[in-house]
């Protein structure tokens, strides 16, 4: 996975180690958003969801998500630090 620099022109309120993280993740999912069928099963898992579970679900895959962001953040740190040796 080639992992995107810093960019503080464009995201002038995230850290350092947060853009990279977050610009790989909306690079996946806008390649993702690609396929039509993983879009459409995703809105027809989220319509078939009860109304009162949405929020909560969506409070759940967040979490998730922010653990995933944490080891991207941390793989492109070593990275960084191995390519200074």
Known sequence: MKLPLKDRDTIPWMSRRE???IKAV????RKLRRNKV???ASRFYVRAMP???LSEH????????AGSL???AAIYERLRKEARR
């Not at 909306?26 to 999912?29: I, Q, T």
């Not at 969506?58 to 998500?65: C, D, G, K, S």
Request: net charge negative; proline share 4%; no cysteine.
């Open 19 to 21: 853009i990279p993280a």
């Open 26 to 29: 909306l690079s996946a999912w």
């Open 38 to 40: 993983n879009v459409e």
């Open 51 to 53: 109304l009162e579970q």
């Open 58 to 65: 969506a409070e759940l895959n967040a979490r998730r998500i």
């Open 70 to 72: 944490e080891e991207i």
